[in-house]
């Protein structure tokens, strides 16, 4: 290991970490889940962190005390805490050192940082007191709206992390929806997508809501532009029913053309806009502002569990701890996601985005290529569907795939009683049996019958899914997701893997442009292009 002075010692490259090397070592003869006398109610009881509303259990996770002390060890080597402080005080953390980026702050913490002088720094201060300004103006709205009551229908347009994050959130809370109001959701440049949105809708009563931080994302302004389309073919004035969320000054922040607009900032990335208006606006008009409060506050609760000096109940930082540990140390490719929670039905969609658009890097912050793993695969479906599909290759095919379980010990809504026990029992008991299972294994004389076991998994297990829990799960992976980043000494605040397609998108759009005019030449030739293009006319 290269020596570095104990104050630089943070930034060194990953693998020339004491810790590291040591975590080295003990992946060598990992924990065995299924070897008697592990896996004991004592060691359940035990292996448990609790914080915000939420139990993290992780005495089914291969690690042993010496495991997680060494994991810890790598936290305080990276000085995690006081990177978590940096990036929540509103200090630049969205950077390549040495190299053109976006140079900015990550402060969608500040989304939410209204219930305690947390004295992070001005220019946290700052951020918060323009976004209350926004929640505060959105209150304001919302009351109008609600004494008019024009509007039963909410149309929103947007795509990435204007449309995941805010869509898993509707569903998460769908409980809690008012009896005249209707969502439709269109995020797809495929205009069937916007077709079925839009089918059977009175436009009439519907607000339009546009979702585009920069006001120039091409997906997002072909769909506004198609349902202004409609509504003016109905003859209905469209800037009476859009609204906007966006940046100041972009294209999106229009008296003209929008009934209101509401601000987000360059310091909120797309994938970290949920608590922001890009989903405040929607769960506001859908639920209630009240339950909109109540989810940032729930988030803000977990924000400062992530700078809490206690490791061991520090919940964003363990989850970070055992994904690093199940992917660098022991090669693990992937990792599931599964909320036994039929609300969270789209929340492992939103998370894959918000851990693989952020940590699915190559190069650290100083723009070197890294010589280990980064991101791991995150996907992930609702048990007790998923049991029914692919956990036939988590049991017993050929690759370990660590899990994350969500669960719940109450329902949202009324509960059946069936031979003795709720749904809501049956539910849990699959919860804790797959966490079992998938531990302990199973052997059998008959081949096809044999479960090999020792399969890693961890258990976010909460008193029941409401604006608040839901606020604290959200931020939960918000921070596990920067944690990871820290550890790994990578930017998790860019996107540019994004960029490349759209760039070549527009070429070949122009190609498309060119066609049809046939005067018109593209302002830059793509021969790859074209020769796709040349396969769509042979179907003529």
Known sequence: MVSANPQTIHKLPFNQLGSVNRLKKL?????????????????LSKFCAEAAGYKFLYGTEKVTEETIHTLFELAQER?????????????IVNKIEGYPSENRSALHTATRDFFEDPQKGVRAAEAAALARKEVDKLKLFMEKLDKENRFTDLIVIGIGGSDLGPKALYLALQYLQKKDRHIHFICNIDPDDASIALRDVDLKKSL???????????????????????????????????????????????????????????????????????????????????????????ANAMDKVALS????????????????????FLNYPTMALIPYAQPLSRFSAHIQQVEMESNGKRVDRNGIPVDFQTCPVIWGEPGTSAQHSFFQLIHQGTSTIPLEFIGFKEGQMEDFAFKGTSSHEKLLS?????????????NNENPNKVFPG???????????????????????????????????????????????????????????????????????????????????????
């Open 27 to 43: 992946a060598e003869d990992p924990l065995d889940l299924r070897k008697e006398g592990v896996l004991t109610p004592t060691r």
């Open 79 to 91: 000085k995690v805490l006081e990177e978590m402080q940096k990036m929540q005080s509103g200090e």
């Open 208 to 298: 339009v809501l546009v979702v585009s931080k920069s006001g120039t994302t091409l997906e997002t302004l072909t769909n506004e532009e198609l349902v202004r389309a409609r509504f003016q073919k109905q003859g209905i004035k469209s800037e009476e029913h859009f609204i906007s969320v966006t940046i100041p000054g972009s294209p999106l922040n229009d008296p003209k053309k929008y009934l209101e607009s509401f601000h987000m900032w360059d310091w909120i990335g797309g994938r970290y806009s949920a608590t922001s208006m890009g989903g405040g606006v929607l769960l506001s008009f859908m639920f209630g502002f009240d339950a909109y409060w109540e989810l940032l506050r729930g």
């Open 309 to 328: 000096k206690d490791l061991s109940n520090n919940l964003p930082l363990l989850g970070a701890l055992f994904a690093i540990w199940n992917h660098n």
């Open 430 to 442: 699959n919860l804790f049996a797959q966490a079992l299972g998938l531990a302990l294994g199973q």
């Open 454 to 540: 020792n399969t890693p998994s961890h258990i976010l297990l909460g008193k029941a899914l409401n604006p608040h829990s839901l606020g604290a799960l959200l931020s939960y992976y918000e921070h596990k997701v920067a944690f990871q980043g820290f550890i790994w000494n990578i930017n998790s605040f860019d996107q540019e893997g994004v960029q490349l397609g759209k760039v070549l998108a527009n070429q070949i759009i122009e190609c498309f442009a060119a066609k049809k005019e046939s005067t018109k030449t593209p302002k830059q030739s793509y021969p790859l292009g074209e020769a796709f293009l040349k396969h769509l006319d042979a179907f003529n």
